[in-house]
């Protein structure tokens, strides 16, 4: 069975940081592009970040560039989400996806998604 399964999510000030992290099994997830998206209550999923599957690239939605550092392990097949100086619009339930298409930041592109984790950023 493939499954991501995320974890790192929680409460936190305004400020703070957390890591969120997204562990893979049941395949190697070779060649595969990794992204995080989040969905706050009552508004769409939204595409947060992405890296690629080799050189590093990454790209950033406008509103967590320069906060958030997205970063993987292809060994481990686990990708991660550095988050500082959240914010309380940060708020959301955070989901990592995997595909295989070069256009990572569309959400209908992504084959394979995580059940997600709550991330609270207090006022």
């Known amino acids: 069975q493939v499954q991501l399964v995320e974890s790192g999510g929680g409460l936190v000030q305004a400020g703070g940081s957390l890591r969120l992290s997204c562990a893979a099994s049941?395949?190697?997830?070779?060649?595969?592009?990794k992204g995080w998206f989040r969905q706050a209550p009552g508004k769409e999923r939204e595409f947060v970040a992405a890296?690629?599957?080799?050189?590093?690239?990454?790209y950033y939605a406008e509103s967590v560039k320069g906060r958030f550092t997205i970063s993987r392990d292809n060994a481990k097949n686990t990708v991660d989400l550095q988050m500082n100086s959240l914010k309380p619009e940060d708020t959301a339930v955070y989901y990592c996806?995997?595909?295989?298409?070069?256009?990572?930041?569309?959400?209908?592109?992504?084959?394979?998604w995580g059940q997600g984790t709550q991330v609270t950023v207090a006022s």
């Open positions: 996806a995997a595909t295989l298409d070069g256009r990572v930041g569309a959400l209908g592109v992504y084959d394979y």
């Open positions: 890296i690629r599957w080799s050189g590093g690239i990454t």
């Open positions: 049941g395949r190697t997830f070779s060649g595969y592009h």
